[in-house]
């Protein structure tokens, strides 16, 4: 297992930006797969976006041109560039590691979007 901490969230007007970091406890070289999730009060946990071991990226549709996900293996970090912030945005953003039932989570950075 991999311990994961995010950081850089909180408050954003709508249209501005953020850039969430997610820094892991050991190298991601390994770990083919990182993404981040969010949820938003009231709602289940939703995927936003993954990065491959090979760079290879995936974007949920309410978040593609908006987001970016990227990885630094030699400085065992994920970040999200979140550009064009809107309400609907709002939520607890997670990092992972993994696929499956051996996935490991964060703790969660909160993001809250004015309008």
């Known amino acids: 297992q991999v311990q994961l901490v995010e950081s850089g969230g909180g408050l954003v007007q709508a249209g501005g930006s953020l850039r969430l970091s997610c820094a892991a406890s050991?190298?991601?070289?390994?770990?083919?797969?990182m993404g981040w999730s969010r949820q938003a009060p009231g709602k289940q946990r939703e995927w936003v976006a993954t990065?491959?071991?090979?760079?290879?990226?995936n974007y949920a549709d309410s978040v593609k041109g908006r987001f970016t996900i990227s990885r630094d293996n030699a400085k065992n970090m994920v970040n999200l560039q979140m550009n064009s912030l809107q309400p609907e945005d709002t939520a607890v953003y997670y990092c992972?590691?993994?696929?499956?039932?051996?996935?490991?989570w964060g703790q969660g950075t909160q993001v809250t979007v004015s309008s």
């Open positions: 992972s590691a993994g696929q499956g039932l051996g996935r490991s």
């Open positions: 050991r190298s991601i070289i390994s770990i083919n797969v």
């Open positions: 990065i491959a071991s090979g760079g290879f990226t």
